[in-house]
């Protein structure tokens, strides 16, 4: 008898015991842990506030009323008006919509060129490693910020070209990351025991590269969530993002910035939320990597 | 009689991690006298290392605590010591050789400079006469002083180990404590660096303590030996005694476990079951419940030891049922 | 050494020439018309046309990049179309400022960073610990241009106390080179605690216990030596997103440097300017690369001899930064 036949069954097995334990485990980690936990919240809170904006917002975000320009903080007004008169409040609060758009799907763009990138480079290693490989350290050479600026000013400003310049700017990193943990995986003796079982590489890609490698990958996504957030704030502190009236935090601050000597307000809150938001990324990444990984805890 | 060196009662040493209270060690106490070695023997998790960095003073803390007992060195008890204090200690009075070698030097000082280093510590000599006689040290156990200048990547594992020897005697202390110094390296080379402790050992007149769970290192090496289980001594004698006249139903698995190169084939007896969780230890005896010879009685009250001849301790009460090793 | 240093060296021509690659194959799909943004909206199309002509934008795409690159070997950049004035010039002029900026503020970074880093890692689990990770953590999270902001608003509107714009001397320098340097102090705090956690768990670490060896040698020479490698990766790599970063915080202090020079020239689709600006920043990342795996060699003995070492050492060098 073949004596692999009853190789495919304990495998699955063992799998299922390893996933579930591994998230359970990871996840009764995290909740132990108090700051990753505010992360959390901090993001879903973010979160709630983008999705009902309209129902949360006390005003729209371009009613527009010169007569109340520049009010203080009040119950009415809690983080006071912009020179348009506009709610900053709620300004701030639709502004979540465009934060949260441009760091999530940027990531999900530069994760899936980098991912497809690092994880072809990672696995089958030779030319085709270095010639990416080659690739990204050219790409990798000019600053992400700069990269993400000068892509952006040639597509020209907008929430779109926003989120394509910065996912294009981070698939180097990316690229280095995933092909690094694919690097480590494929070093591994259970891969080395699925080659002897003559399994494919499109299998061992899938069933034991990919799993093994998607926790350094996640805790990559949620950084990155985080700098891309940052690099969206920045380009549209340049004008070269989200285009008014849509409120960006970045935006806000950059329009605020000629009314900082008298009106500290206007530039304050949306910088708090800018930080607040990626505060909250930066907490659930590092503590989804401690939950992970509890070897590299600290 | 022979002068007293070290003098250990009642320690005990427990870990406290988040929800857990490890008890490494519990009342152990031990003594040693100038120029012996002691073997200390247990399996892996048994506290030995924990005994060792006990006296070192250099239990991890958190988590480790030492919570009471007595570590006495030459008469004064390490445990009142100053941290100040301690530092001219190690080193100089006791040093100690650590088990893994790949992992127990600097990786970015050269060598030389890593004995240099302890000697500059507790001498107050210049820094040419601390690398001469560093460089001295590095011959002293068999390697050229030219490789004084490389680093610990550049050679090889019983290299290292030879090393970290000449670190810890590179202030000819009174007090050996070497954790395992061989299990990390090849079974050739373990020879050659065992040989190499035990001839420096005779020629500075050092006492050791020889950390091990291997009992053919122990014969040839020991006076006396102290057997561990599950943080306590089980059994503790002169090599005879152990050896020759081995009580303990512990011990008796020890050996039954060991497979004997010389003597005919025959099966191994290895001891059933596996070691208590630290952290919850059995009531009574430790070993009873691995034990072949337990009476109901050996769960439920703690155990002493009891002298059966002169000098040799054992923790059982059923002494009279266990037949010793044929 | 100085021949992995002359590899690196030749090493890095290929990587600028995809850098020139990729500038100007961005620059090729930018929409617009330079000789529009030089001539003006009312130019004539026969102008536009002759300037065109004149400026070598007809010509194949290839041909175009093939001769950008014989005149940058002979150190022309091609002349701004804003300014008419020779790009390299202009860059030079520019990017010695921006160069004090990164290198002040950087030196913020690693100074404030290994300080509060060491400090956190060895008082694990106290207050102190806990206050600094926390600060280092909303460190990484605030966007620096709101840093450069907060710092002008205070100091420089409130207090008074330090001018807000301008490049002329090192009291001009404090606001900006915080503004670079918070984002990456608190990054480098972060990358010094977790690498001297890992290494002050090392049996080494012991061991120097064990030799007698005291708490603050313990601390500094064994365990913080050994924890640079990565901290000093971190550090390279935020030179590099403040020279990046530059762009945003010159303009917000008005610093005459490289930074607001290109933000102009993107907005004015000056071609040349804007591929010599990132041209001389890809440089001078590369050599910042460099000089950062030169460091690698100079604390790590293992790293040294793998550099002098032969074809295998590539391999694993690779695997460290990867």
Avoid at chain 1, 125 to 131: C, E, I, P, T, Y
Avoid at chain 2, 37 to 53: C, N
Avoid at chain 2, 299 to 318: F, I, K, T, Y
Wanted: charged fraction near 20%.
């Amino acid at each position: 008898m073949n004596p692999m036949a009853s190789s495919p069954s304990v495998e699955m097995e063992e799998e299922i015991v390893k996933k579930k334990s591994l998230w359970a485990d990871a996840w009764s980690r995290m909740r132990r842990n108090k700051l990753a936990m505010f992360g959390l919240f901090l993001v879903l809170l973010i979160l709630v506030l983008a999705v009902f904006a309209p129902l949360i917002a006390p005003y729209h975000y371009d009613e527009q009323n010169t007569k109340i320009a520049f009010q203080f903080p009040s119950l009415a007004h809690p983080f006071g008006t912009d020179n348009y008169g506009r709610d900053i409040l709620s300004r701030v609060i639709y502004g979540a919509r465009s934060s949260l758009m441009v760091g999530l799907v940027s990531v999900c763009v530069s994760s899936s060129l980098g991912g497809v990138l690092g994880c072809v480079a990672g696995f089958y290693g030779g030319k085709v490693d270095n010639a990416i490989m080659r690739f990204i350290d050219v790409v990798l050479a000019i600053p992400a910020t700069l990269l993400a600026i000068a892509i952006a000013a040639i597509l020209g400003p907008g929430l779109f070209n926003a989120v394509i310049s910065i996912g294009l700017s981070n698939v180097g990193r990316f690229t280095r990351v995933v092909r690094g943990a694919v690097l480590t995986v494929r070093g591994q003796e259970y891969v080395e025991a699925a080659r002897s079982i003559n399994a494919n590489n499109f299998r061992i890609i899938r069933r034991y590269v990919l799993p093994n490698a998607f926790a350094p990958m996640l805790v990559e996504f949620t950084l990155n969530i985080s700098t891309s957030i940052l690099s969206a704030s920045q380009l549209s502190f340049l004008g070269l993002g989200v285009q008014p009236p849509m409120p960006e935090w970045g935006a806000m601050l950059s329009a605020g910035r000629k009314f900082i000597r008298d009106y500290w307000y206007i530039t304050t809150f949306p910088g708090l939320s800018i930080m607040l938001t990626v505060y909250g990324f930066n907490l659930l990444g590092d503590g989804l990597r401690d939950a992970l990984d509890p070897r590299l805890k600290d | 009689m022979s002068e007293k060196l070290l003098n250990i009662e009642d320690l005990s040493i427990h870990y406290f991690t988040e929800n857990r209270e490890v008890c490494a060690v519990n009342h152990v106490a031990l003594s040693l006298d100038k120029g012996e070695t002691l073997g200390l023997v247990g399996e892996t998790g048994a506290g030995k290392t924990t005994i060792a960095l006990g006296i070192m003073r250099l239990v991890p803390n958190p988590p480790g605590k030492i919570l009471g007992g007595r570590i006495e060195l030459e008469g004064e008890n390490l445990l009142e010591k100053k941290n100040s204090e301690m530092q001219k200690i190690r080193g100089a009075k006791v040093s100690m050789i650590f088990q893994d070698p790949m992992t127990a030097l600097n990786p970015i000082d050269t060598v030389g400079d890593q004995i240099a280093e302890c000697i500059r510590l507790h001498s107050h000599v210049s820094r040419a006469e601390a690398a001469l006689k560093a460089a001295e040290t590095l011959e002293m156990v068999g390697i050229p002083r030219e490789r004084y200048g490389e680093y610990p990547h550049q050679f090889s594992g019983g290299m290292k180990q030879r090393i970290v020897i000449a670190i810890a005697l590179s202030c000819k202390p009174e007090l050996l404590i070497a954790d395992e110094p061989t299990t990390a390296l090849d079974v050739t080379i373990q020879a050659q660096v065992l040989d190499i402790m035990n001839d420096l050992k005779n020629k500075l007149n050092m006492s050791m303590i020889l950390i091990t769970h291997d009992l053919g290192v122990v014969a040839e090496m020991c006076d006396k030996v102290a057997i561990l289980y599950a943080g306590e001594i089980v059994e503790s004698g002169t090599a005879e005694h152990i050896f020759d006249d081995t009580r303990h139903p512990y011990t008796i698995g020890l050996f039954g476990s060991l497979p004997s190169v010389a003597g005919q084939k025959r099966r191994l007896t290895p001891v059933a079951g596996l070691t208590p969780d630290p952290a919850r230890l059995p009531a009574g005896c430790k070993f009873a419940p691995r034990c072949p010879h337990r009476t109901p009685e050996c769960g439920q009250e703690e155990v002493a030891l009891r002298e059966v001849s002169p000098g040799h301790w054992v923790r059982c009460r059923n002494l009279e049922h266990v037949k010793g090793r044929e | 050494m100085y021949r992995y240093i002359l590899k690196r060296l030749l090493m890095m021509i290929p990587v600028l020439l995809g850098v020139t690659v990729i500038v100007f194959a961005m620059l090729q799909v930018t929409p617009g018309d330079p000789a529009r943004s030089i001539l003006g909206d009312d130019a004539t199309p026969a102008e536009l046309e002759a300037k065109r002509e004149e400026l070598g934008l007809n010509d194949p795409v290839v041909v175009q990049y093939v001769r950008y690159l014989a005149d940058m070997l002979r150190g022309d950049l091609g002349e701004s179309y804003t300014s008419g004035r020779p790009v390299l010039q202009e860059v030079m002029r520019r990017f010695p400022t921006t160069m004090q900026l990164t290198l002040v503020g950087i030196s913020v970074s690693i100074v404030l960073g290994i300080l509060l880093g060491v400090t956190s890692a060895v008082n694990k689990g106290k207050i102190v610990d806990k206050v600094v990770t926390v600060v280092g953590m909303i460190g990484i999270s605030m966007p620096a241009f709101w840093i450069g902001l907060l710092l002008s608003q205070v100091f420089a509107l409130h207090l008074q106390i330090l001018p807000a714009t301008g490049w002329y001397g090192p009291r001009y320098w404090v606001l900006p080179a915080l503004t670079v340097g918070v984002n990456g102090a608190a990054a480098i705090m972060r990358t010094t605690r977790s690498s001297m956690l890992e290494v002050i768990r090392q049996d080494y670490i012991r061991t120097a216990e064990a030799k007698g060896a005291p708490r603050k040698s313990v601390i500094y020479h064994h365990a913080l030596k050994n924890s640079l490698i990565p901290v000093i990766t971190v550090a390279g790599l935020r030179v590099g997103i403040q020279l990046g970063g530059a762009m945003v915080v010159e303009m917000i202090f008005t610093i005459p440097g490289l930074g607001s020079y290109l933000v102009d020239a993107i907005s004015f689709r000056d071609y040349p300017a804007v591929m010599g600006g990132v041209l001389v920043i890809a440089v001078t990342f590369s050599l910042v690369n460099l000089l950062v795996d030169i460091l690698y060699a100079f604390v790590d003995p293992r790293i040294r001899s793998q550099y002098g070492g032969g074809k295998k050492r590539k391999f694993q060098k690779k695997e460290v930064s990867a």
